[in-house]
C-alpha cells in the first residue's frame, strides 16, 4: 500500500529561532560597523585601517553569504510572519519595531547601491574618505538620510535584542550597562562622521580624488538599476504580502467561527485566528504576559465542551501545559486555532482598565528556580509592646530590621518583605541551591546572635528575653516581579514558600529558635548523622515533612 506524505513545514518556534538568528548576525554586523565608524574620533587613517579589519570577514565571500543570507532570510521570514498574522492588532512596542524594520530597507538601498553593489559590479575601491566626503560634502541630503537609516536600523535591532532577552536571569542586572553601551555606541559613531566631515569639509579636494559613491550611484546606468531593482523587488514583496493577507481575508469570510466568552460576549472571526486574536479583536481584556508568543501559561482558557474536537496542542503548548500541570480541558489561548465554533473561559481574568493591563505587561512572566527560603518572627512581641510607647516600639523594630536585613544581605540573601515584626527573606536567586541554603544557615545563626546581643544591650527594657523564631525550607518556587505601581517587587510564591511560613509557625509551637527542613540540610550538605530529627504534618500539605528542631550546625 502506498502512502502520500505532505511536506513537513517547520514549526512556528523553528521559524521564530531562525529570525532571531539572523537577527543576531545582522546585529553584530551593525555592531562592528558602528564600532568602525567610531574610529573616525582618532584620525581617519585609523578608521581606513579599521575598514580593512571590518572588510577582512564581512567582505570575504564567506561573510557576504552569512551577512546577506541573513538579511534575505530575516526579511523572508518577517513578512511570513506579517502574512500569517490573522489580525494587525498588536502591542505599540510590537507595532513600532515592526514599522522600523520595514523602513530600514527603504532607507540603505541607496547606500548599498553606492557602496556594496558598485564594488562587485565595477570594483571601485572604497574608502571612507570617498564615503564621508560624497555624504558631507557632496550630497548631504544623503548624508542626512543615512544618519536617520543608522538610528532607525540600529533601534530596531535593540529592540528585538531587548524582546528575545528581558525574561532571562540575568538580564534584569545587566540592561543598565547594555543601555548605556546601546546609547553610546551610535553617538560615537555618528561623532566620527560629523567630525571627519568636518575635516573634509575645509580641506582642499584631492588632485585625483576617489570616485565618491553617492555620485557614482547617480551617474552610472548599471547601478540606477541595480537600485530601482532592489526598489522595485522590496515593494513587490511587501505589496504582495498585504495582498496575499487580503486575498486569504477575503476567502475566509464564509468560513468563519464564533468564539464565545462568558457574560454572552460572543465574537465571530475567520477560521485560523488564535482565540487570543479573537479576545483583541472583539476587545476583550485577556493576559497574554509573553506577547502571545506561548512562553508563559497567563493567557490559558478552559475550554466549555469536548476538549477532543479541538486540534491537538504542538510541542510547545504541550510542554507549557505540562509545565504548569494544567487539567484537561485547558489550552492556551495564544496557541489554540479552533476550526469550529468554541466556547472558552479565560482562567486568569484581567482588570477592563487598559492601565491595568499596561502594567502586568511590564512584569516579568516569572520563573521556577530552587531555592531555600527563610520567614523570622519576634517572639512575644505583642506583649513586651503592649505597654510601651509607640515610638519605643518603632525603635525596636528597627533595630531588630536592621540586624535581620544586615544578616541576610551579609550572608548572600535577599530581603523579600518585613510584614508586621516578621521578615521573610530568599536565597540562592543568583546562585546554586547547595550556596543558597547554607547562605540561608548561616544567616540563621547570625540573627539568633544578634538577637542575643541585642537583647543584653535592652534586656531591662523588657520583662522577657527577646527571641526569635525561624523556618527554612528549600525547593522549587516561581520567581517573578509582583505588584502593582511602585509597589512592585521581586519576589516568590508556591509551596516552598508556604512550608518556610509553616515551620516559623512550628518553632513558635516548639518554643525553638529554628527549624530546618531536611530538604535544606540535604542540598546544603551537612552531615545530619546523629542530629535528631522529627516527622511534622504540615497544615496544608498532604506528605509529612522531616525537619530538624535547633540543629546544631555551622554551615560552611
Not at 544578634?450 to 528575653?465: C, N, S, T, V, W
Request: charged residues 20%; aromatic residues 6%; positive net charge.
Amino acid at each position: 500500500m502506498t502512502m502520500s506524505s505532505s511536506p513537513v513545514l517547520p514549526s512556528h518556534l523553528t521559524l521564530r529561532k531562525l529570525r532571531i538568528a539572523t537577527g543576531l548576525v545582522m546585529f553584530v554586523f551593525m555592531t562592528t560597523h558602528l564600532l568602525n565608524h567610531s574610529l573616525n574620533l582618532i584620525s581617519l587613517p585609523v578608521a581606513e585601517s579599521g575598514l580593512r579589519w571590518f572588510a577582512a570577514f564581512w567582505g570575504s565571500a564567506a561573510g557576504g553569504v552569512l551577512l546577506y543570507g541573513a538579511v534575505l532570510t530575516h526579511i523572508g521570514l518577517v513578512l511570513h510572519a506579517l502574512y500569517r498574522r490573522c489580525s494587525l492588532r498588536m502591542q505599540p512596542e510590537e507595532a513600532f519595531q515592526l514599522v522600523l524594520g520595514l523602513l530600514i530597507p527603504l532607507f540603505l538601498i541607496d547606500h548599498v547601491v553606492a557602496t556594496r553593489v558598485a564594488h562587485a559590479l565595477h570594483g571601485e575601491r572604497i574608502t571612507y574618505e570617498s564615503v564621508i566626503r560624497s555624504l558631507w560634502v557632496t550630497t548631504p541630503v544623503s548624508g542626512v538620510r543615512q544618519t536617520v537609516a543608522l538610528v532607525v536600523a540600529w533601534a530596531h535591532g535593540c529592540i528585538g535584542l531587548h524582546f528575545w532577552l528581558r525574561y532571562r536571569d540575568w538580564y534584569r542586572d545587566a540592561s543598565p550597562s547594555l543601555l548605556m553601551g546601546a546609547t553610546l555606541l551610535p553617538v560615537l559613531a555618528l561623532l566620527g562622521f560629523s567630525e571627519t566631515g568636518r575635516l573634509l569639509a575645509r580641506a582642499p579636494a584631492p588632485v585625483s580624488p576617489l570616485p565618491e559613491p553617492e555620485v557614482l550611484a547617480s551617474a552610472d546606468a548599471g547601478l540606477q538599476l541595480a537600485r530601482l531593482t532592489l526598489y522595485g523587488a522590496f515593494g513587490g514583496l511587501l505589496a504582495g504580502t498585504f495582498g496575499l493577507r487580503g486575498l486569504r481575508q477575503w476567502r475566509e469570510r464564509g468560513a468563519t467561527i464564533v468564539v464565545h466568552y462568558p457574560g454572552n460576549r460572543n465574537v465571530r472571526v475567520p477560521r485560523g485566528f488564535t482565540v487570543l486574536e479573537a479576545s483583541r479583536v472583539g476587545r476583550i481584556p485577556h493576559y497574554a504576559v509573553c506577547g502571545g508568543k506561548g512562553r508563559c501559561s497567563t493567557c490559558r482558557v478552559e475550554v466549555l465542551g469536548d476538549p477532543a474536537a479541538l486540534p491537538p496542542p504542538d510541542e510547545l503548548e504541550k510542554a507549557t501545559l505540562e509545565r504548569v500541570g494544567a487539567p484537561p480541558g485547558v489550552r492556551l489561548a495564544c496557541q489554540l486555532r479552533p476550526a469550529h465554533d468554541i466556547s472558552v473561559a479565560p482562567v486568569l481574568v484581567p482588570h477592563r482598565k487598559r492601565s491595568r493591563l499596561l502594567d502586568v505587561r511590564e512584569m516579568s512572566p516569572g520563573r521556577e528556580q530552587e531555592i531555600a527560603v527563610m520567614f523570622c518572627d519576634m517572639r512575644n512581641f505583642t506583649g513586651m509592646t503592649e505597654k510601651r510607647l509607640p515610638y519605643d516600639t518603632v525603635f525596636l523594630l528597627n533595630r531588630y530590621f536592621a540586624l535581620v536585613g544586615q544578616a541576610v544581605e551579609e550572608s548572600g540573601g535577599r530581603i523579600d518583605k518585613f510584614i508586621g515584626d516578621g521578615a521573610m527573606a530568599l536565597f540562592g536567586i543568583d546562585s546554586t541551591p547547595r550556596d543558597g541554603c547554607r547562605a540561608a544557615l548561616r544567616a540563621a545563626r547570625k540573627i539568633a546572635e544578634d538577637i542575643e546581643r541585642l537583647h543584653r544591650e535592652l534586656g531591662l527594657e523588657f520583662p522577657a528575653p527577646l527571641r526569635v523564631a525561624i523556618g527554612i525550607h528549600a525547593g522549587p518556587a516561581v520567581i517573578g516581579v509582583m505588584g502593582y505601581g511602585r509597589a512592585r517587587s521581586l519576589t516568590a510564591v508556591g509551596d516552598t514558600v508556604n512550608v518556610a511560613s509553616r515551620l516559623e509557625s512550628v518553632a513558635k509551637e516548639r518554643n525553638a529558635t529554628l527549624v530546618v527542613s531536611e530538604p535544606v540540610m540535604r542540598m546544603a550538605q551537612v552531615d545530619t548523622d546523629g542530629l535528631p530529627a522529627d516527622v511534622i504534618q504540615v497544615r496544608g500539605r498532604a506528605k509529612q515533612l522531616r525537619v530538624f528542631v535547633d540543629p546544631p550546625v555551622s554551615p560552611p
